[in-house]
């Protein structure tokens, strides 16, 4: 039994994984750059999150 895939949604599964690898590519770049790199990174993007995720926000807002 094999799937056949139409090229129209490979094509829109490309683009999805393109643009979720863009908007990760500068928390890599500072991870793989910086001393403590993964702790900047991941709180960087918790920082840039935190409107979306308001359980998120009340705990940086406390540790901050």
Same mark, same amino acid.
């Given at each position: 039994?094999?799937?056949?895939?139409? =090229?129209?949604? $490979?094509?829109?599964?490309?683009?999805? +994984?393109?643009? /979720? %690898?863009?908007?990760?590519?500068?928390?890599?770049? =500072?991870?793989? $750059?910086?001393?403590?790199?993964?702790? +900047?990174?991941? /709180? %960087?993007?918790?920082?840039?999150?935190?409107?979306?995720?308001?359980? $998120?926000?009340?705990?940086?807002?406390?540790?901050?």
């Amino acid at each position: 039994m094999t799937t056949r895939i139409s =090229i129209p949604t $490979l094509q829109a599964w490309a683009a999805a +994984v393109f643009a /979720t %690898l863009k908007g990760l590519a500068p928390y890599a770049a =500072i991870e793989l $750059l910086l001393p403590g790199g993964s702790l +900047v990174a991941l /709180t %960087l993007w918790f920082y840039r999150r935190r409107k979306k995720v308001p359980a $998120l926000a009340r705990s940086l807002n406390a540790l901050l």
